[in-house]
């Protein structure tokens, strides 16, 4: 771990003190030492103080250079333990559409553009947890700057495929990549009717903000929780109460499901089936109360 300037110049002016060598004189001429008498202060200004501070500086950099390194040796370490799930994971985002696998488990990109190479990997999301003796990959793309299915028709056989082929012997897998779960919520917003009317838009809009926040908040929420991730309905009603224009927020209700199923009450908690999860916009309820007031 590297040290900080303040201990590098320490060890250094510790080690000026214990070897007398380094303060000797008798080599230099009259004049020289004439000289070098004007670099001897104690001050903390003093040009030799000065220098050793640019050493120690220089070698905090080295390391901390290094420090970065080791920590990605360790990293690349990690991620090639054959057969973990991380190393699963990281199979699945190399995973290159329209790409032969070949004879091995890394694809050959010989003379092949990097735009293309980078193109084919469709796959930006994913994350595996063991569920019993199986396996469970989820997988998304992106599309129009959100999280989508893979195409059932190619995409996603193309990718169930690529799995079996580099998928170790006697492990079962299950690949899971489907439309996100959605959320439909009830909830009471105290709004301050200086900022917010009562439909809980912005009386005066601001640039670069959304005209309808609450909403916006939940959907930038969503959007930004990790693949795979919980949804924490606490954590949502924190974001909602920093909202410019929101008093207090309560999340009266949460349900939540995926597919066809229906809906179910969330406790406190939930994790998407598709790994990710939106808003269902139609069926939300929002109580917009002005200035704190009850209904």
Same mark, same amino acid.
């Given at each position: 771990?590297?040290?900080?300037?303040? &201990?590098?110049?320490?060890?250094?002016?510790?080690?000026?003190?214990?070897?007398?060598?380094?303060?000797?004189?008798?080599?230099?001429?009259?004049?020289?030492?004439?000289?070098?008498?004007?670099?001897?202060?104690?001050?903390?200004?003093?040009?030799?103080? *000065?220098?050793? @501070? %640019? +050493?120690?500086?220089?070698?905090?950099?080295?390391?901390? *250079?290094?420090? +970065?390194?080791?920590? &990605?040796?360790? &990293?690349?370490?990690?991620?090639?333990?054959?057969?973990?799930?991380?190393?699963?994971?990281? $199979?699945?985002?190399?995973?290159? !559409?329209? !790409?032969?696998?070949?004879?091995?488990?890394? @694809?050959? /990109?010989?003379?092949?553009?990097?735009?293309?190479? *980078?193109?084919?990997?469709?796959?930006? @999301?994913?994350?595996?947890?063991?569920?019993?003796?199986?396996?469970?990959?989820?997988?998304?793309?992106?599309?129009?700057?959100?999280?989508?299915?893979?195409?059932?028709?190619?995409?996603?056989?193309?990718?169930?495929? @690529?799995?079996?082929?580099?998928?170790?012997?006697?492990?079962?897998?299950?690949?899971?990549?489907? =439309?996100?779960?959605?959320?439909?919520?009830?909830?009471?917003?105290?709004?301050?009717?200086?900022?917010?009317?009562?439909?809980?838009?912005?009386?005066?809009?601001?640039?670069?903000? =959304?005209? &309808? =926040?609450?909403?916006?908040?939940?959907?930038? !929420?969503?959007? /930004?929780?990790?693949?795979?991730?919980?949804?924490?309905?606490?954590?949502?009603?924190?974001?909602?109460?920093? %909202?410019?224009?929101?008093?207090?927020?309560?999340? +009266?209700?949460?349900?939540?499901?995926?597919?066809? $199923?229906?809906?179910?009450?969330?406790?406190?908690?939930?994790?998407?089936?598709?790994?990710?999860?939106?808003?269902?916009?139609? /069926?939300? %309820? +929002?109580?917009?109360?002005?200035?704190?007031?009850?209904?």
């Amino acid at each position: 771990m590297a040290r900080s300037i303040n &201990e590098i110049q320490q060890s250094m002016l510790d080690r000026l003190t214990r070897v007398p060598e380094l303060s000797t004189l008798e080599i230099l001429t009259d004049d020289e030492q004439k000289s070098i008498a004007r670099l001897t202060s104690t001050s903390r200004v003093s040009i030799w103080r *000065l220098w050793i @501070y %640019i +050493v120690a500086f220089a070698i905090w950099v080295f390391e901390r *250079l290094f420090d +970065v390194h080791q920590q &990605e040796i360790e &990293e690349l370490i990690s991620l090639n333990q054959i057969g973990t799930a991380r190393w699963y994971r990281k $199979k699945a985002l190399d995973f290159q !559409f329209g !790409f032969s696998l070949g004879e091995s488990d890394v @694809y050959d /990109n010989t003379g092949v553009e990097q735009s293309k190479v *980078l193109a084919s990997k469709i796959v930006k @999301y994913a994350a595996v947890q063991e569920v019993g003796n199986v396996l469970v990959i989820k997988v998304a793309k992106e599309q129009g700057g959100d999280l989508a299915q893979l195409d059932q028709e190619l995409e996603l056989p193309a990718f169930r495929r @690529y799995m079996e082929l580099i998928r170790y012997a006697g492990v079962r897998i299950n690949v899971v990549s489907q =439309p996100a779960d959605t959320l439909k919520l009830i909830l009471n917003i105290a709004y301050d009717s200086q900022v917010l009317d009562e439909n809980g838009i912005r009386i005066v809009g601001k640039e670069g903000e =959304p005209d &309808e =926040p609450v909403n916006a908040a939940i959907q930038d !929420f969503l959007y /930004n929780l990790e693949f795979n991730g919980s949804l924490i309905l606490s954590k949502l009603d924190d974001r909602l109460q920093r %909202i410019d224009g929101v008093l207090w927020s309560s999340i +009266v209700e949460g349900s939540a499901k995926y597919g066809t $199923k229906d809906y179910e009450l969330i406790n406190e908690t939930y994790t998407a089936q598709a790994g990710y999860m939106r808003l269902d916009v139609d /069926n939300t %309820i +929002v109580n917009y109360l002005p200035d704190g007031k009850q209904e």
